[in-house]
């Protein structure tokens, strides 16, 4: 198993450009959720999906968009991008929530992370 | 108020120290309770679940004190290979979860 893939590892982006972050993964997890990593901050919610065409947003969803088409892949669209979205995105799936699938069936797997600049 | 908060340290410890790491959230319907690991801002990894009961995994014992609304990480006997950030995470059943900002954790020799 490859577990959780994301292309690219680096990116720099012009102010206004658009852009895919991809996520994939071959655990058949239902759920997976998009983090930013500001330095010095921890990770924070962007979008999430408990399943193949449903999605949420979570804490700082402004800016980005996602879609769920297939259980394996999950990908992050930067509208625009702008100065402001430099940082460390970090893909993540779990087979389910807390209490439906057992012991750690909510442990997440991350993905190795994209760096994005936007100058 | 953050939902998730964490001690801000850093902490720098000699090896062979112990240190305790504290964590408080916010969210009452939280369900479920973790510690994971970051190294050099490279992916989190899952260092262990807490549970009511606690739990321990050879020099590391993770609390929960779900009254207070508390969790807590203990390191015995520090080594060079701990450091790293210390990150509490608490899910909720809906699938969300949110992070605290991490704890650095410096062992110096």
């Known amino acids: 198993n490859a577990g959780v893939t994301q292309t690219p590892k680096f990116q720099v982006l012009k102010t206004g450009q658009s852009m895919t972050l991809q996520c994939a993964q071959d655990m058949n997890h239902e759920y997976m959720s998009w983090y930013r990593q500001d330095p010095g901050m921890g990770l924070r919610l962007i979008h999430y999906s408990v399943g193949a065409g449903i999605t949420d947003q979570g804490e700082v969803p402004n800016g980005y968009n996602v879609s769920r088409s297939t259980t394996e892949d999950f990908p992050l669209r930067l509208l625009s991008a702008a100065p402001s979205q430099t940082s460390v995105y970090f893909c993540?799936?779990?087979?389910?929530?807390?209490?439906?699938?057992?012991?750690?069936?909510?442990?997440?797997?991350f993905g190795p992370g994209t760096r994005l600049t936007v100058l | 108020r953050k939902e998730v908060e964490q001690d801000p340290g850093p902490f720098n410890v000699p090896e062979g120290a112990t240190v305790a790491f504290n964590c408080t959230y916010s969210n009452s319907a939280s369900q479920s309770f973790f510690w994971y690991r970051q190294d050099c801002r490279k992916e989190p990894k899952l260092l262990m679940s807490v549970y009511s009961s606690g739990n321990e995994d050879g020099r590391f014992t993770a609390q929960l004190n779900r009254a207070s609304q508390y969790i807590s990480l203990l390191i015995r006997d520090s080594k060079l290979s701990d450091s790293a950030t210390y990150l509490c995470?608490?899910?909720?059943?809906?699938?969300?979860?949110?992070f605290g900002d991490g704890t650095t954790l410096t062992v110096k020799p």
């Open positions: 995470v608490v899910n909720t059943n809906a699938g969300k979860s949110t």
């Open positions: 993540a799936s779990f087979q389910a929530p807390s209490g439906s699938g057992g012991a750690l069936a909510d442990t997440q797997y």
